[in-house]
Structures are given as C-alpha cells and as structure tokens.
C-alpha cells in the first residue's frame, strides 16, 4: 500500500498542473517536458521553481515516513523510489513524464538532511551556472550517487540504490546525452 501511495503521489504532473493554471499545455512548449527545467524556460523562474519545489516534495515526504514508519531497509528504499517512477511514467499523462531530477534531490534531502542537501544545491547551482549545461551536471550527480549512499551508509544495498537513481537520471537524459554528443544541447541559461 505504501508503494501504490508513494506513485501515486510522484505521479501529480504539477509541472503540467501548474502550467494550465496560466493557460498552457507545457507539453506543447520547449521540450515538451513537464518538469521544472522546461516550465522555467516558458514560464518563468516562479514557475519554474514551484514546480521544482513541488516535484521535490513528492518524494521527500513519502521518503521521510518511509524511514519514520519502516524498518525494512528494503521496503523504505522501494517507497522513496515510488515516487521518482511516479513523475517519470505518471498514470496521468499516459506514462510519459519528467526527468525525475527534482523528485531525487527530494530523496536525497530526505537521506542525507536538508542542511547536507542545500550545501549540495548550492554547488549544483553554482556549477551549472558556470558549466551552462544542466543536464551534463545532472548526469555526473548520477553517477555520484551509488558512491554516496554505499559510503554514508556502508551498505551494499543502499550503493544498489544510488545506481537505480543514477539508471534514471542517465535513463531519461537519453536525448540531452545525444545532444551533448552532438554539441547541440540547450544552455540552461541560470
């Protein structure tokens, strides 16, 4: 049950939600995305960053009562990443979604504290302000994370995690990879 509820609520398109509040089809704009990155390139950094913060609490609460209300490591682990596969493949946009990025930094804060997050964030920010690719940052993040969570919590299993974060980022960053191979990838312009 818990599993069902944490997709459930990673699959609120609020990127989309958001978007129709101002009278657009955000699908039908820029990539074509519903997450934050696309809705602040349309709309506006305030969009935008509503929608990031939203997509960031979808799976940092269920995450935090995941860790609060089970003792299974491997249950806790499958009900934070609900959520992440809820935004990707959500039941409400015929399984197409975000990137599901914002909804791991909500994983990520849930596990590691939120003081540890927004030092994190700010360096993120800061290097995709002077790398200009946001989605070259956001693949090496994934690739960090199998290291962080096998070494904070000196477990295989958590490690294991990490890498399924680290399959989806990279899983739905296919066409940004393309393009950074081309050199044609869109600057995130911060």
Known sequence: MGCLLAYLMGSIPFGY???????VDIRKLGSGNIGGTNVRRNLGFKWGFIVGLLDFSKSYLP????RRLWTNDWQILLISLMPVIGHIFPIWLKFKGGKGVATIF????AYFGLL???AGLI????IVKMAQLMSLVNLCVGLFLPFL???VFHSYLYASFGLVLCLFI???HRENIQRLLAG???PANY
């Not at 939600?17 to 009278?23: D, I």
């Open 17 to 23: 939600l958001v978007a129709k509040t101002q009278g």
């Open 184 to 186: 044609t990838e869109n």
């Open 170 to 172: 990279w899983g739905s």
């Open 106 to 109: 909500g994983i990520i804060a």
């Open 63 to 66: 995450s935090i009562l995941a």
């Open 123 to 126: 360096a993120w920010y800061l």
């Open 116 to 118: 540890t997050f927004l």
């Open 149 to 151: 969570f096998g070494f």
